[in-house]
């Protein structure tokens, strides 16, 4: 192992001891705990600090009197070895592809403060100021190359229902995995997948969701759930929670038909829509998603088209 992977590990073991005992630990008792030596323990509370953390050393040792919501790899036990935190690249879609290609194994995450660079759909611009939460997901699903499009609606399945059960906010899924409440658009994701004859490689999930951050006014039907709840909340907790329940569905359920479950979530049935691809674009009422995951407008002559993929907007917002 890396010699940064070991560090993060005796971080991880040195926060989790703090925050058990919640008092003052004995540099002593840290030493013979973790079977480092005391000058190891100070020099990785000095690290913790300088990071932010708010570490108190006292002349009987050190109390944990608070941890900041910063998403470094220690602070998710048991994912910290395939966790890689940047304050800022260029975007988290461009690193996990890399790492994807390189053999990474699946469900390593590549998680930023801020992109320089981030995007959306279409090559457009993702705004990644600080305080949202942006990171990318690679995953290595056994699925053929046709039925690959359920991971995708799986993620953004998976985050709505969880954003839902922790801030009790009506988030719905527009077609094909953006996350709204109401007409506002709180989360966008993008996928990128690659194969070898006809088996998928890797398949990357990027998600940006408006946590803490303002929206920019390049963003005007945007939000963020500070701005719906009134209230700063933890970015930590939100990822820990989506990994390990996209981690299970993703494990144990992704050879179900997860569409049935995501139409219930979605707000994009019933819709006058407007969908823009790289050739065309289209309008018609959405009547239904398919079981390969394509959405089904009909057409203003009474016809019915399949549309794979394309930017949704809806006609009358």
Known sequence: MAKHGVDFHMKEKILNMLKKKNEVVS??????????SRVSIWKHIRSLQDAGYDIVSHPRGYQLVSSHDALFPWEFPGRTPNMHYFTQTSSTMDAARQLARDGCPQFTVVVAERQSNGRGRLQRTWYSSEGGLYFTTVLRPQ????????????ASLVLARQLRQMFDIPATVKWPNDILVGTR?????????????DAVSFVNIGIGLNVNNDPTPDEPRAVSLKTLLGREVSRKDILRRFLDEFEHQVTHRI?????PEWKTYTSTLNQQVRIVTVRETTEGLAVD????GALVLKLADGSLKKIIYGDCFYRDR
């Open 255 to 259: 050879h179900e038909d997860v569409i």
């Open 143 to 154: 699925l053929p190359l046709g039925l690959s499009f359920r991971v995708n609606f799986c």
């Open 185 to 197: 658009k709180l989360c966008g994701m993008l996928s990128e997948m690659e194969a070898e004859s």
């Open 27 to 36: 540099g002593e008792k840290l030493s013979s705990e973790l079977g480092v």
């Open 289 to 292: 998603v398919d079981d390969t």
